[in-house]
């Protein structure tokens, strides 16, 4: 089994890599691994001490194995990332118009503005 940490949209992809071909995998939480490595005493930070870490707490705990997840659910997730986005983005835009000093800035939001 392989271990890794969660690395938002790119362990979705790994999942259905490694599915595809057979392997089956875990995904731990990336703030899980640096406990672990303390509570084993071990301090230094280096990649390959990363992957150690990874496959010791791996053998210790055996964590439950990943399922992809489905592609629709998959495209979903992404729409619903993206429309968070975009409100995100027409908020900061009202917020920062709302204190604009121009006239003509103004004036111009007013007429293409969408409610």
Request: with cysteine; hydrophobic share 45%.
């Amino acid at each position: 089994m392989q271990i890794f940490e969660a690395i938002g949209r790119y362990d979705r992809v790994l999942i259905a890599c490694l599915e595809d071909r057979g392997v089956s995998s875990a995904r731990v939480n990336p703030l899980r691994a640096p406990q672990f490595a303390r509570a084993a005493g071990l301090l230094a930070k280096t990649d390959r001490l990363d992957a150690q870490i990874l496959c010791t707490m791996g053998e210790a705990l055996r964590p439950e194995h990943a399922t992809p997840i489905q592609l629709h659910r998959l495209r979903l997730h992404e729409l619903q990332a993206r429309r968070d986005n975009i409100v995100n983005m027409i908020t900061a835009e009202q917020n920062r118009l709302s204190v604009a000093d121009n006239a003509f800035i103004k004036k111009i939001s007013k007429l293409r503005s969408v409610h």
